[in-house]
């Protein structure tokens, strides 16, 4: 990977620290995304110091704000004339509905909007950069859940789980759709189910009496750096060059992503992010 460059979102903790630093120890010019200046700063500082010639930096930014998307994805171009690997790894679960700073449900706004836009506005890098690749993260709870396309936000009904998990599904309609868009331009895009993992996200925009809670659940799951594996195989791999509109679960378990989705739902879902972040955006013409 030396001589790549790779951006990866939600990168201070969990599976997104973890990607970054692999990607780190294999050479790449890693930029890491995130909100807290502090997290960042700390999250690089951990990687010089396991990797002492890394050549990682932090871009911050609030990803459920469009204007801060819009804003990170100029500040990377200024920096970097192309890219080679995204990893929208960046999302988050929300125990009580709230509104990101442009009105939208933030849930919609974070774990769907940002990463349809940001991908959109890195796309010209990205095909600078081709043979290029798009990584997404899902979860396995998106097979409980479905577009709600008639109230996406939840503001006739909402319920936490099935906004995250509609969320993680509405990643699996996008990625097949762009991935049929992308076709023929040497830009891959595939999704990830990492699995049960042990992060800090139940927790989180939660009260205390979830963080015990959380830690019963982290014994039982997978560490960050065991989840970063896939990841990184469909990062730095040849077996998976040319290969896209999948989600994996592991090296060697991959499926379409219409195996649950229709090419419909996908359209339907893309005119509607489309709509949602202010009009039409280079992977636009319809495949």
């Known amino acids: 990977m030396r001589g790549k460059v790779c951006m990866v979102t939600g990168a201070t903790s969990g599976i997104g620290l973890a990607t970054a630093l692999g990607l780190a120890q294999r050479g790449a010019t890693v930029i890491l995304v995130g909100r807290d200046l502090e997290r960042g700063a700390a999250a690089v500082r951990h990687i010089r110091a396991v990797i002492g010639s890394a050549s990682v930096e932090f871009l911050p930014a609030d990803l459920s704000s469009q204007a801060e998307v819009r804003r990170l994805a100029r500040e990377f171009r200024a920096r970097h004339p192309l890219l080679d690997v995204l990893i929208n790894n960046a999302g988050s679960f929300f125990h009580r ?152 679960k592991s090296a060697n378990l991959a499926r379409s992503t219409q195996a649950s989705n229709d090419q419909a739902a996908a359209r339907r879902l893309w005119q509607i992010c489309e709509k949602m972040t202010g009009g039409t955006h280079p992977a636009s013409e319809v495949c």
């Open 97 to 248: 509905r709230q509104e990101s700073s442009d009105g939208i449900e933030m849930t919609w706004a974070l774990n769907v909007l940002a990463p349809y836009l940001l991908t959109n506005l890195l796309l010209p890098a990205l095909e600078a950069g081709a043979p290029a690749r798009i990584i997404n993260l899902a979860s396995f709870t998106q097979r409980l859940g479905r577009v709600r396309f008639s109230d996406p936000e939840g503001r006739k009904w909402y319920f936490r789980l099935q906004a995250y998990a509609q969320s993680k599904r509405a990643i699996l309609l996008l990625t097949s759709e762009l991935a049929c868009r992308l076709d023929g331009v040497g830009v891959t895009v595939n999704a990830v189910d990492p699995g049960f993992v042990a992060t800090g996200i139940i927790s989180q925009n939660a009260g205390r009496q979830w963080r015990p809670i959380q830690r019963v659940l982290n014994l039982l799951a997978r560490t960050p750096a065991e989840s970063a594996r896939v990841i990184l195989y469909l990062a730095t791999s040849a077996d998976v060059l040319g290969v896209s509109g999948y989600c994996f």
